[in-house]
């Protein structure tokens, strides 16, 4: 009997089992990133095309004030923690002087290798790097013969071995015919092992993953119910299922979560007579809640204009955009609250736990427990955002969530959702004054676990 009781104990003091699929330290790492910057640059700057050809002459890459630690700084503005460049796009330009084509910046007249000042410039700065390379190439004789898969690896070598660490690697799906009208059977698994080969801490994005997955759109979004997982053998890059790509799947087999890619204009790269359609910092915020707050990453190009800096527009929208994001988080009102719990599972899941600020100490509810709540006390406090966090490496599991509010004496519903995920922010209509929260997870695929409740006020 004594016996029996002390296993309870100790099962009920261990950390949950990890429910599979589970996050690689690769994706975990990705997570915290939540937004960065996406740069489209080259040819097609001064072409006003978005799908180069191949056969612009490099010459007319030719930027007249060439200032990347500029579009850095209004990265950094922005809140952007990462910046990843098209160092190759459709049209075969490389961004960098690669030895494997004719078609780069060491054609040019200036010579400058925009890699090396963007990857100069990210870490004089502190934000992270990653790399666009488009496996289409309308320029390179080899494509459409497998002469060309080599090609494309040891252009990834030049990118993944000469410019310091490389936090993602974004594989375009688009597979359209090369310069003699073929088309190319990409090596798929030769690509992932060169980067997994050079630069182990890289996440590869396309359709398919391996590590993280197009959203589905290219509106800036998921949907309210987003799964970190999806399905097995669904997916190969250029094939993409988007509904299932948006939301993910519950019973998916594979951890691969959500990126979603948008442009601050209705073009990938520059064009001047969008100067005056550049997204609202009210909508940037919109997607920001739409992305970030739906259990996705938020990839925002910012393409540089012809001087080769980012027109002033784009850098007032971000500033304002940045000051938003650092105002929202400047302060957490449920910080300080008394927390309490209608499950226990016991010393080091205490519910106090998910008002500490901390994203390495949690609470979970005890094995076999699918539904709790937890309660928070405090002096009352005024907020128009909830924000909840899973423990995602141990798998994403709450279903189905509600959160109520003490306002003036009595328990109201104020929002409810299905998926969590690293993050869920919810906007409530107008700003509440409540004196307790209670966020009740109503349905899980195991235990639930959180690691964070937050109340906060959108500046
Ligand atoms: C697409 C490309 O075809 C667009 O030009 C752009 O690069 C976008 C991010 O991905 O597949």
Redesign the pocket.
Known sequence: MLSMLLTTVIAQTAAPAPLMPIPSPRQLAWHRLETYA?V?FGPNTFSGK??GEGREDPKSFAPTALDVEQWVKAFKAGGMKMVIL?AK??DGFCLWPSKYSTHTVAQTDHKRDILRELSNACRKHGLKLGV?L?PWDRNHPTYGTPEYNDVFVKMLEEVLTGYGTIDEVWF???NGEGPNGKRQVYDWPRFIETVRKHQPGACIFSDAGPDVRWVGN?AGHSAPTCWAMVKKDRYVPGTPHYKELTEGAEDGELYIPAEA?VSIRPG?FYHADQDSKVKSRDTLIDLYFRSVGQNANFLL?VPPDRRGILHENDVAALAEFGSFIKGLYARDFARGAKVSSSVSRGRGFEASRVVDGRDDTYWAAPDDTVSATLELEMRPQTFDVVMLQEVMALGQRIRRFSVEARIDGGWREIAKGTTVGWKRLLRLPAPVTASAVRVRVEDARACPTLHTVGLLKTP
């Open positions: 996406f489209h978005e799908w098209t796009h459709h666009y488009s375009d799906g688009a290219e890619d990938w190009n």
